[in-house]
């Protein structure tokens, strides 16, 4: 088991940016691969990057490739998303996730953060 806390949201005007943080504490953060997901009101929680254990490969969804990044410091036990060009429908409460096998379902994730709140206004 991993503990997960993210942090970074907040606030900001479209087309603007931000970066999002997790920060991992009780297991072996370079054994697990990364993601984070985001779930907006009244919809599911959906996929938005992953990255495997040693940070060589991503995966975005396609509704952020291009202006999202995720990245990971294995030395700092922490996991980042670059946020750039922020539309209004990137509003959500985006989430950390962790496992031992990449995935971009909801279900291939046993850790979780509590999420952080990122709302983009227009």
């Known amino acids: 088991q991993v503990h997960l806390v993210e942090s970074g949201g907040g606030l900001v005007q479209a087309g603007g940016s931000m970066r999002l943080s997790c920060a991992a504490s009780?297991?072996?953060?370079?054994?697990?691969?990364l993601a984070w997901f985001r779930q907006a009101p009244g919809k599911e929680r959906e996929f938005v990057a992953v990255?495997?254990?040693?940070?060589?490969?991503?995966n975005h969804a396609d509704s952020v490739k291009g202006r999202f990044t995720i990245s990971r410091d294995n030395a700092k036990n922490t996991v980042y998303l670059q946020m750039n060009s922020l539309k209004p429908e990137d509003t959500a409460v985006y989430y950390c996730?962790?496992?031992?096998?990449?995935?971009?379902?909801?279900?291939?994730?046993?850790?979780w953060g509590q999420g952080t709140q990122v709302t983009i206004s227009s």
């Open positions: 009780g297991g072996t953060f370079s054994s697990y691969a």
């Open positions: 996730a962790a496992d031992l096998s990449p995935s971009t379902v909801v279900g291939g994730y046993t850790n």
């Open positions: 990255v495997n254990w040693s940070g060589r490969w991503t």
